[in-house]
């Protein structure tokens, strides 16, 4: 089945600086690419998700990258805000659903 | 719309009880699963249903583990008997296959079993 490494586990930085996340996948049919935060006793949501036609995708502050050839993705944080710190997960999946998910990464963004 | 809504979102049991968790999908959406959050395992997919019919089961750690989708809104997922392994938030979540593909998360059920 689907494998999702994701790091760092754990990530602090400044407010204003950027953060990256990185996630590698194993399986090649997985097209479908989301990240979900999820901040303290709260559930995940989804926050910027792209597909495997996709190189780039842009949202405000927020970008994701994929490079299918290598099987890895990143999450890019621009101009980091305290509110940005939470637990964010990548995740995998192919077009059946099921969803594949990274063990998470603390971010911690100090004022 | 409501959103996905889990019940209980707290429960306290002791070893050996059962405990039956329970899930109503949004209105619409198609695909259910069931994920349990640990610290040391992060999220792991128990099962999931599309159309009400089990797809995947396969994360299903055990034979005390059961889930049940008996209507297309609704499921539980039931552990009996329970031990404090089980410990954790259990989430559920839906989609609306095929175009949509975010996951909706409800609220999570935090289950502690002493």
């Known amino acids: 089945g689907e494998n999702v490494e994701q790091h760092p586990s754990t990530l602090s930085v400044q407010e204003g600086d950027s953060a990256v996340i990185k996630c590698t996948y194993s399986d090649s049919a997985s097209n479908y690419f989301p990240w979900y935060k999820q901040e303290l006793g709260k559930r995940p949501q989804l926050i910027i998700d792209i597909r495997s036609n996709v190189g780039e995708k842009k949202d405000q502050r927020i970008a994701v990258t994929l490079n299918k050839t290598a099987k890895h993705f990143s999450l890019h944080i621009t101009e980091t805000q305290p509110e940005d710190s939470a637990v964010y997960f990548c995740?995998?999946?192919?077009?059946?659903?099921?969803?594949?998910f990274g063990d998470g990464t603390t971010l911690t963004v100090k004022p | 719309d409501a959103g996905v809504i889990q019940s209980p979102r707290h429960e306290v049991t002791e070893m050996g009880q059962e405990v039956t968790l329970r899930c109503k999908l949004i209105?619409?959406?198609?695909?259910l699963f069931w994920y349990r959050q640990t610290m040391m395992r992060g999220l792991e997919l128990l099962i999931y249903f599309n159309n009400n019919v089990p797809i995947d089961d396969s994360g299903m750690p055990e034979d005390r583990f059961s889930a049940k989708m008996p209507n297309a809104s609704f499921s539980t997922l039931k552990i009996q008997p329970s031990e404090p392994r089980d410990s954790a938030v259990y989430f559920c979540a839906s989609y609306l296959p095929p175009g949509a593909r975010e996951l909706f998360f409800g609220e999570g059920s935090r289950l502690t079993v002493l």
């Open positions: 995740a995998a999946s192919m077009s059946a659903g099921k969803s594949t």
């Open positions: 209105s619409g959406h198609n695909s």
